[in-house]
């Protein structure tokens, strides 16, 4: 398997679960009484998503194509089971997860994203030069992006939406940047005229959230607070002060406020470097796979990532307005760390398959 991929994700996960435990243990302690409630949980997760992900790089990933039906339809059903009333879990306002709260919830919408990236990939490789035609190649794709795209937007799930709309077409990074690009256009502008009501906060808030600071922009002061404390080399890890109840979200969709107030400009760059490198690693595995499907799934994951990577920072930075998208390794939340570690897995098992170059 290719080892600089593999170094670097190990490394991504190392530092997500140390800033993990320094941007937690205070709400941890606040609210279980064990400063290290948030880091245990997670850290059993990063063991059952490197088991798996070892598990999955030494597997053949054509026995995925086996599984693309039984994804999609797994997909579909646990997205419809989240809108039956009294089934899913509501938090802030959005109704994304089922389980039990306080014991294991996960978002369907990460099964999902998986789904669609393995059927795409399967459909795709097997069309080749259908793919030029808009009927084989571009309406069916539509129509089931559509399909998931409004039974997120039912949660509502913004966020995922973008996610899952991102991956559209055989052009996967220019399609990534055109849909997330669209979606978010075509959803502020609904929101501006009253269309949409869900966000309306956040778009206003999002122009200027110092308007209503302690209340409606509460969040994103305290975000820009935090990265601007930071300076260029931080304030010291552990030792910073927003996560102290003062920042909501501080080990959740805010973490890399964290990141910035503790290791400054220069260490959120480091971070920043390390996530750079990563999907630049996986789209070199993409373009030395040895067929088209082991490259297009490899693609899919890693724009996944990326659009994921990208979203989070700029929220968090206030760039864009605020989508409830988490940061990948670090943020909180034990299926999706499993689920991306296995996704890693599958980059890995494609990455056994790289024809070997030819002796000179």
Known sequence: MDLPFLLLTLLLTIMGLVMLFSASFPSANYESGDPAYYLKRQGLFALLGLAAMLAMARIDYHRLRGMTKILMYVSVFLLALVLVPGVGITQNGATRWLGKAGVLTFQPSEIAKLAIIVYFADSISKKKNLMENFKYGVRPYILILGFFAGLMLLEPHLSGTILIVGGLDKRWIIGGISGVAAVGLIYVK??????????????????????????????????????????????????????????????????????????????????????????????????????????LLVVGVMTQISLQTFLNIAVVSGLVPATGISLPFFSYGGTALALQLFEMGIVLSVSRQIPAPRGG
């Open 190 to 295: 609904l929101v501006e005229a009253g269309i949409i009501s869900y966000g309306a906060d956040r778009i206003r808030m999002w122009k200027d959230p110092w308007i209503d600071a302690l209340d409606e922009g509460y969040q994103m002061c305290q975000s820009l607070i935090a990265i601007g404390s930071g300076g260029l080399t931080g304030v010291g890890l552990g030792k910073g002060r927003q996560k102290f109840l003062y920042l909501p979200e501080e080990h959740n969709d805010f973490i890399f406020a964290v990141v910035c107030e503790e290791l400054g400009l220069i260490g959120a760059t480091l971070v920043m470097l390390v996530f750079a490198l990563l999907i630049l690693r996986g789209f070199w595995v993409a373009l030395q796979a040895r067929d088209r499907f082991g490259a």
